[in-house]
Nanobody, 117 residues
Framework: QVQLVESGGGLVQAGGSLRLSCAASGRTFSRYAMAWFRQAPGKEREFVAATRTSGTTYYTDSVKGRFTISRDYDWKKVYLQMSSLKPEDTAVYYC???????????WGQGTQVTVSS
């Protein structure tokens, strides 16, 4: 089994920055991609950013130029650097791991990010 644990959330003023971390542990796992999703109150969970083993990164349009996803060489940690934060970025942020294309198999418990105006 694989465990994902997020950290780094908190309260920040609009325009500020936060860095989220996701620590992966457990049995040796194959990996296709790791990603960040978020879910705001009353809304569906949405994709934020992903990094694949190919090195390619993906971002949803609303965070392009403000958020950066990165990882350690051994995939044990994945990060989301968030800058120029906006109140609409307020959500619970989840880390996820895909062991094969098309599906994220493992999820963390989430970390709250609150951006005040």
């Amino acid at each position: 089994q694989v465990q994902l644990v997020e950290s780094g959330g908190g309260l920040v003023q609009a325009g500020g920055s936060l860095r989220l971390s996701c620590a992966a542990s457990g049995r040796t796992f194959s990996r296709y991609a790791m990603a960040w999703f978020r879910q705001a109150p009353g809304k569906e969970r949405e994709f934020v950013a992903a990094t694949r083993t190919s090195g390619t990164t993906y971002y949803t349009d609303s965070v392009k130029g403000r958020f950066t996803i990165s990882r350690d060489y051994d995939w044990k940690k994945v990060y989301l650097q968030m800058s120029s934060l906006k109140p609409e970025d307020t959500a619970v942020y989840y880390c996820a791991l895909a062991t094969r294309p098309g599906e994220y198999d493992y999820w963390g418990q989430g970390t709250q990010v609150t951006v005040s105006s």
